[in-house]
């Protein structure tokens, strides 16, 4: 792609103008078309240094009215980029609906910098490009326009570019060790964007490379590709998606390990005690070894209501140091929440190495509540399947360990601890009349749950099916699996 | 304080588990009755190395409904301290309306280890007090209930505990430097603290010292102080308010620099044009220096609708590279917003060393729009004028140059750029009926401003006035206004 640009290509002051002229107030009513309709945009510039990236996105930039966009340069230094995965600093910056996202710096410079450090098989490159095809689908199918940027000069353009501004004491700091280092290897960076290239050009998430000679054909190039593509997009018909991942069909439901579970299972209260007592302080230690060898920790817990969710989370965080764990009640999203793609809530949440995080229900949520209540369309849940396995691998890739519980009661032990809540005055408030009416669609959430279990129970990120009925049996379960699960990992 | 302390005070098992089983159902009927209320409670511990805090404040979170609460462990490295001020890593983690902030470390470790390294005249030891002190009182002011905990045990018990967790292979590695520095120190510590808490102890946010020898006292101690003041506020009448800051009378506004403006101040095309490119030139050069030598910058506009804020802010960031700038653009507050001190969406705007941040309205609406449309009470926007000299002052006191405009046009002048707007199909969006509606409120606005002014001109945060009739003029003086100040500052 790059060895075949004209990069002796110029573009005339006077054209320049002309064009330029007609092309902001354009691109400003497109914004405002796109701020009325809700379609999010993001926009990422990657170039080589020296290629006036800066003052090229400024020149994008200044169309817009700042309310609708926002810039991310996103600088980590070496040592914390390992303390996050990576969707943690770049999914929480994608854009909410309406809103543009411009990148002056992402994931592909992590990309490109581990390509031309390591080979392509490097672990950290693949999965950089990983998280970027996937992050990119995943936008695109909630109706994120994206378009990505390459700003190109040639290596004696750029040796020219680094020495002039050398000479001048005011910039001379600016010229820094990494792109005299690119200019050293400019062979090795164009073979390593070939690659990048090349697995992450989409139809949905297209690179557009620019020849970065002359900055005014530059900002032209960019003005005018993003002004089509908004334009493409607000006269297609229809909220248009670009991608077309294929959904997965339903499978035969025929049988599930939820149909086959003894849920009379008990344990008596000496016994629980006993094991209660002995767990918490293996937690305890566990915990600390977690800490202490940078290991991130996801529990997450979901289930019918009144499956004694809280009970299992309060006796796994009895034993925890609250700097080391985080209980993440999820509930239904918050209006800037559902301003975003489903999962953007999440992806802040991903605890950092040595940290524990417990989700007191989960992203789980889109294929159960959210498909039974009809609050995402078939295409939206079914999709959503695929995109949770992207993200769990995406976590263990990371080091993260997964334990996933579904806690199962029958319903007639439901009705029991409903009415229980009912006449206890300390614990009438957790009852409330969406329990009821969720309890009448029981079927559909075991249908939801069924289909959960067989399409994102993966192997290392696998379900326990924990038998509830009985409150000891359960946190007990619960608690070895998770130290069993954290004993794996530290072998 | 910490001298006549009893710190051999015990507690039977058997008292223990009857007191917390009464207190823990309280407590949680508490956080419900802050909830509905929309009270904000905050909770600061500190204490010595090995006092217990982990497990003692695990003891009070697991009272609480998760998602009522956030626990705070604020580890910031000492060389990423300096890259914001204090209230942006702090300021934003205070507790909406109804919710529970916990901190297990905050600004009092950043100032104890300030103040045991140098003497107490240091001006970070200050400035950290000065924050402390001013925020708590901001935060009591605004509804929030604050205590903070210390948790105390004797240099022999210190000594004894490190011992102990060093002996044991599996917390070995968790007992650092710090802790054996603070117990060969032990006695600057103290007087370190002794100090700390007689700056900062007040009836709004009161020290409270726990005992930490015995770990059932010391759980009882900290539930039943929660439990008792939770307990007071619950049962206070009406919206009750600690602290008493003395409220600025309104002052004789008899003369203002508003009224003796000489608004035909002009400057013609051709001279703006060449005035212009000087000084973007200019403050190109200068954005490269101030990044360079990383002082942050603040240039905030306010002015009535159509004095030509856009249009002055577009000539500024023209010149300038969108990784070193941002423009924040302030409309009426978000939902969550709402949910939290005023302030609290501009703390975590504050720009970081090098940064610079243009603010497009400004922490001013509070005593501008809010004024005068009455979403302040007269009480909340008097308080505002010391509360946001104060946000100045630590801006200032970290190193920060702030530049204020009022861009201020007659009423004639506002007329014809309304109907100008009117017909432009270009520019018809920007005029919506809230700009006619606060036309009529022309003279209101001026006495807010007026007033405001008065109070907030400060020697290291001044306000520049800028005659705006003339859209050339008032570009030019903005420009030349931020060069002068980023000038001064690098001397």
């Given at each position: 792609m790059l060895e075949t640009l004209d990069l002796g290509i110029k573009m005339k002051k006077k054209d320049y103008k002309d064009k330029i002229e007609s092309l902001e107030p354009e691109l400003g009513k497109l914004q405002r078309y796109f701020r009325d309709k809700g379609i999010p945009m993001m926009l990422i510039f990657e170039g080589l240094g020296g290629s006036g990236k800066g003052r090229l996105v400024n020149n994008l930039l200044l169309c817009w009215d700042p309310r609708g966009y926002s810039f991310h340069y996103v600088k980590i230094p070496e040592e914390q980029r390992e303390r996050y995965p990576m969707l943690y600093r770049y999914g929480t910056r994608t854009p909410s609906r309406g809103n543009i996202s411009v990148f002056g710096r992402c994931w592909y410079r992590e990309i490109i910098d581990r390509g031309v450090e390591k080979d392509f098989d490097d672990p950290l490159f693949r999965n950089g490009l990983n998280m970027a095809r996937n992050l990119e689908r995943q936008l695109a199918d909630d109706g994120t326009l994206i378009i990505k940027f390459f700003l190109h000069i040639d290596r004696d353009e750029q040796k020219k570019r680094l020495k002039e501004r050398e000479k001048d004491p005011a910039s001379?700091?600016?010229?820094?060790d990494y792109d005299w280092h690119q200019n050293k290897n400019y062979d090795s960076y164009v073979e390593t964007l070939e690659k990048i290239f090349q697995e992450t050009d989409s139809e949905y998430a297209p690179w557009v490379i620019v020849e970065g000679t002359d900055w005014r054909f530059a900002t032209y190039k960019i003005l005018s590709t993003v002004q089509g593509a908004m334009k493409d997009r607000s006269s297609s018909t229809g909220q248009s998606r670009y991608s077309r991942s294929s959904l997965p069909e339903n499978g035969d439901m025929v049988t599930s390990v939820l149909d086959e579970l003894d849920l009379s299972k008990d344990l008596g209260k000496d016994d629980y005690k006993d094991e209660l007592e002995k767990y918490q302080e293996k937690l305890h230690f566990l915990e600390l070894e977690v800490f202490h060898r940078g290991i991130p920790v996801v529990a997450l817990f979901e289930g019918i209501d009144a499956a004694g969710k809280g009970g299992a989370i309060k006796r796994l965080a009895q034993s925890l140091y609250p700097r080391n764990y985080e209980v993440v009640p999820v509930g239904s999203p918050g209006v800037w929440e559902k301003e975003h793609h489903y999962l953007w809530r999440f992806w802040m949440e991903l605890p950092s190495r040595g940290k524990i995080k417990i989700f007191d229900r989960s992203w789980y949520g889109r294929v159960l509540v959210e498909r039974v209540e009809n609050f995402a369309s078939p295409e939206e849940w079914k999709r959503a399947y695929r995109e949770i396995n992207e993200l769990e691998e995406h976590l263990v890739r990371f080091g993260t360990v997964i334990v996933k519980f579904w806690l199962q009661i029958d319903k007639k032990e439901q009705l029991d601890r409903f009415m229980a809540r009912k006449e206890d005055p300390a614990k009438e408030w957790k009852l409330t009349d969406e329990d009821w009416r969720n309890r009448e669609k029981w079927d559909a959430y075991m249908d939801a749950a069924r289909e959960m279990l067989l399409r994102t129970s993966t192997i290392n990120a696998p379900w326990t099916v924990v038998e509830g009925n009985s409150k000891y049996y359960a946190r007990i379960k619960v608690i070895r699996t998770v130290c069993e699960a954290i004993e794996k990992a530290l072998k």
């Open positions: 001379a700091w600016s010229v820094t």
